[in-house]
């Protein structure tokens, strides 16, 4: 009897990221026309590791946003429903754990939301001040910045903040009491048929400052995200370029700094740093071409002054130039390129080895040999070069980028 029900319960299972849909609707028609749908890349953080909703057939679950206000309407139908009273089996609410993630206000009749979208359209203004604006054939842009006292911030970044939940794995809301966090948010400027100017959003950025001695902040960049509609289009990189333009000009900043990055960020960023980089004196072509440049603190400083980039970065950006200026043909070049770059890869390992000497020192020769054995045995000289690949490769991707443009 149970083989025979499995197939059946089986159709009631939905794929979480499949059923939910997302829409940016400017008015009626776009939503009528499902114009700007996307779909979320993951819902664990919603409906669990598993990402299932179990009981019903046919499920959809609609996430509509006021494309500058984020008015929110949240929908949801279905085909067929399991009977839990004759089943005997428990089904999932589907809206009720999405529910307790969006702030109040959201509508659930869609007659009501439409009745009052083109209102919230009409009277949103982004919060804060406008500190960049950029064109291109996708139309007009402004990036506004605003601090958790800007008014109407605290609402506003309260509906946008839930598309991190879609899009940012382990993602967190930050305290938005804290003065130190600061918001970017980039909009599409447009006009609609009678002529106003509307807003809609396009993506975000948030900074945190930290404290640095002895008189000045250390500005972290975290939780960056340019939404599905729009990305491949540039904003990112534009979006970036302002917030490094907005914090380089503040002399109360000492550096800058990224949170743990996705992979798209660290690329993005390596390829906004390397494009500002070039043009600064310590990286020119006569430099590079005069001879073999090595990383050293006139690089240091002059990336720090001028770009407010820590170290790391900085060995980073160095290298990538370094393999931008180097001819594809120079195999002598290369050769000397690859030995720096896995003489870099090779500290950990030193370091490591110096500490297993120090540890031959205190422990027995049975408790050193359990020790190396837990960590595992592993060719160090394979692992560098298998590291260098994966470094090489990224590389070549800024670099061929770059010499796109």
């Known amino acids: 009897l149970e083989s025979d029900m499995l197939p059946d319960f089986e159709v009631y299972k939905s794929d979480s990221n499949k059923v939910l849909t997302l829409q940016l609707a400017r008015n009626q028609s776009d939503y009528d026309d499902k114009w700007q749908i996307f779909s979320p890349e993951m819902t664990h953080q919603i409906y669990g590791q ?7 057939i046919g499920l959809q679950i609609k996430l509509t946003y006021g494309a500058g206000s984020l008015l929110t309407y949240v929908g949801i139908k279905y085909d067929k429903k399991l009977n839990s009273n004759k089943s005997g089996i428990k089904i999932d609410e589907p809206l009720k754990p999405l529910l ?7 509508y659930q009749d869609e007659t009501h939301f439409f009745k009052s979208l083109d209102q919230a359209e009409s009277k949103f203004q982004p919060p804060g001040d406008q ?11 402004v990036i506004y ?8 911030l605290k609402e506003y970044h309260k509906r946008l903040r839930t598309f991190l939940l879609w899009y940012v794995d382990g993602a967190s809301y930050i305290d938005d009491d804290d003065p130190r966090w600061h918001f970017y948010i980039l909009f599409q400027k447009y006009r609609v048929h009678n002529g106003d100017i509307r807003y809609a959003v396009i993506g975000y950025t948030t900074t945190y400052s930290f404290y640095s001695y002895p008189d000045k902040v250390r500005c972290r960049i975290s939780q960056f995200l340019i939404l599905p509609p729009y990305q491949r289009n540039g904003h990112g990189t534009k979006l970036l370029e302002a917030v490094y333009g907005d914090l380089i000009s503040d002399k109360s900043v000492a550096d800058i700094t990224v949170e743990e990055a996705s992979d798209n960020f660290v690329g993005l960023r390596d390829y906004v740093d390397v494009k500002a980089a070039l043009k600064l004196k310590c990286f020119s072509k006569s430099r590079f071409s005069s001879g073999p440049v ?4 006139e690089i240091v400083n002059e990336i720090k002054e001028k770009r407010k980039m820590y170290r790391r970065q900085a060995r980073k950006v160095y290298e990538i130039i370094r393999l931008y200026y180097i001819s594809p ?18 500290i950990p390992f030193r370091k490591q080895e110096q500490q297993d000497k120090k540890m031959a020192k205190i422990l027995s020769p049975t408790e050193l040999a359990y020790m190396l054995a837990m960590r595992g045995t592993h060719d160090v000289e394979s692992e560098i070069n298998e590291q260098y690949l994966n470094v090489l490769q990224s590389y070549q991707f800024i670099v061929n980028k770059i010499s796109s443009l």
């Open 100 to 106: 307790e993630y969006l702030p109040r206000g959201y």
């Open 145 to 152: 910045k605003s601090g958790v006292d800007t008014p109407s």
């Open 50 to 56: 598993e990402e299932t909703i179990f009981g019903y």
């Open 329 to 346: 043909n120079d195999k002598k070049a290369l050769g000397r390129f690859e030995k720096e770059v896995k003489s870099r890869l090779a």
């Open 131 to 141: 500190i960049y604006h950029y064109s291109n054939k996708g139309g007009d842009f």
């Open 294 to 297: 090595t990383f050293n603190e």
